[in-house]
């Protein structure tokens, strides 16, 4: 099973910036793409940013120009560098990676436990 854990999360006025980080851990797998998920109060998640290991990246539109992800290979973990934050960013972010789990011999899709970030107007 893969494991992802988050930090970087917090309370951040209007403009300002935060760096999210996730880290995967495990035994025996390989992560094909890595992204980052928000639920906002009273709306449904959606996609913020994704990176595949070959590195092509996508954003959502409401966070291009202001949010880069990244991604280090050898350490399994991929980063959300938020700029320009608006309330509108406030929300629950959660790292999500996919890829194959040789212990199993399939396909996983795993969550991380998510990560409030607040944006005060």
């Known amino acids: 099973q893969v494991q992802l854990v988050e930090s970087g999360g917090g309370l951040v006025q209007a403009g300002g910036s935060l760096r999210l980080s996730c880290a995967a851990s495990g035994s025996a797998f390989s992560i094909n793409a890595m992204g980052w998920y928000r639920r906002a109060p009273g709306k449904q998640r959606e996609l913020v940013a994704s990176i595949t290991s070959g590195g092509r990246i996508n954003y959502a539109d409401s966070v291009k120009g202001r949010f880069t992800i990244s991604r280090d290979n050898a350490k399994n973990t991929v980063y959300l560098q938020m700029g320009s934050l608006q309330s509108e960013d406030t929300a629950i972010y959660y790292c999500?990676?996919?890829?194959?789990?040789?212990?199993?011999?399939?396909?996983?899709?795993?969550w991380g436990q998510g990560t409030q970030v607040t944006v005060s107007s």
């Open positions: 999500n990676a996919g890829g194959w789990n040789y212990v199993r011999g399939h396909m996983y899709d795993s």
